[in-house]
DNA sequence: TCTTTTTCTGACCGATCGTGCAGAAATACC
DNA sequence: GGTATTTCTGCACGATCGGTCAGAAAAAGA
């Protein structure tokens, strides 16, 4: 996967170059500096979710990754370059699980594996789901270039995947942008608004079970205005 | 419409209870305190949507009213108290538009115009969605009574509608919570993600007929999963 | 007019914020 | 061992925050 240059543009650590350099001799050092930077990322994700980034202070989100707050800024120079950071890999992520949209796929396969994937994403990874609708609700004061380099382009070459099957008539001929953005939307939901479903499921979260009929009900719904007329179907 | 009044619990206002004895005889001085008060809060609807509740500082929203920061506090006693207000006007105005999930009415014409409705106040009222989304991501840290009182049997109520209608033949079995769940999903998301889209409209808003479009996409889509097969279907 | 009530405002307080910085502590290198 | 580099941390600074309060200004009531 294509590491996301665009969210280290302001990162130029003192140390980057010397460890290039060195990088066999230095192992020990590295390893820790990777397991601290993994730890603060994993309590930044998670507080910048449930704070936005401007509740969100460096002083709670050292606490939660259980080091003093110097310590975090000592890694990551300022809080922005931090979410930046935190921002950069949940879109990786959600990038990698739209491989399986390719020309060559079955489309109902391949739409219902993007949804099932990005629906377990949803459950396991929520807080980075959160931290990008917040970056988004407010306009994206901080990733806005980002959007426009790699979102943009990346939406596009999908977008012309789906007119494609189209075009071969292996699906109904709807608007791809708009099949694109209610995949993102349901799926997203169930991770942003988690609280809101758990409430209205009496407070508990949702079970495996109904994890599973979460993800049967929405391919059902979106695929069906989808897939091509089955005469069949009961 | 019921007001929302679970959200006035904190509100007791010095001067309420005179200005509701000589209701008639201080005309200009109430016509005034709501002209003021609707200001303020339209000011703290944009402003707690685009930095978040903890970003939101009252001097700012001060600023948008044009007023300062001390008239702010004597008409709203606390931040919270100006943000449940918000907070539960979104939630009246949404609540409203799902006056035509009735058992009486069509089923597919009630849920588009229940799509339409939704999707005109994503439009119109787009930060008061967002206002709500961040509410929720966060975990409803101070609205979290009205989830519980207002929001759950409500949402029983429309539940028990859509499954009247699947009783009565009148759409497939869906999920009646999942297609809930995917109209406000899809509805919300043009609001609160109105930025990202933005973005990939080549940075230029949605036009009149773009919005058309997506009231008829979100309807084809959603209900294409809802409708009872047709086998004239093309 | 005079009194009372409501409306409005600037000054101020304690708390928290992001961040810079000096220097201690630990590790790497020779 | 000694030197150099990296890692780590406590402290301090200016800025901003939500909220209080005394009192001015305006309006209402008599």
């Known amino acids: 996967m294509k590491p996301c240059a665009g969210f280290a543009r302001k990162r130029a650590w003192k140390a980057s170059v010397k460890s290039d350099v060195n990088k066999t001799t230095r192992g020990i050092q590295s390893r820790n500096r990777e397991e601290v930077t993994a730890r603060i990322l994993a309590a930044a994700e998670k507080v910048f979710a449930e704070f936005g980034y401007a509740g969100a202070s460096i002083s709670r989100i050292a606490a939660v990754a259980g080091l003093p707050k110097s310590n975090v800024v000592y890694y990551f120079e300022t809080k922005e370059a931090l979410y930046r950071r935190v921002v950069g890999e949940i879109f990786d992520i959600w990038r990698a699980a739209a491989d399986s949209i390719a020309t060559d796929n079955d489309p109902i396969h391949a739409l219902g594996d993007y ?53 071969n008539g292996q699906i109904r001929p709807i608007s791809p942008r708009h099949l694109l953005y209610a995949i993102w939307a349901m799926t997203q939901h169930y991770a942003d608004f988690t609280h809101q479903i758990t409430t209205l499921n009496d407070g508990v979260e949702l079970t495996d079970a109904q994890w599973n009929e979460t993800k049967a009900a929405v391919k059902d719904l979106l695929l069906c205005g989808v897939a091509l007329p089955d005469l069949n179907r009961a």
């Open 115 to 167: 949804i099932d994937t990005k629906l377990d994403l949803a459950r396991t990874r929520p807080y980075g789901s959160k931290v990008w609708a917040n970056e988004i609700i407010q306009r994206a004061p901080i990733v806005q270039d980002y959007l426009e380099e790699e979102l943009r382009s990346w939406t596009e070459n999908r977008i012309a995947v789906i007119d494609a099957w189209i075009e």
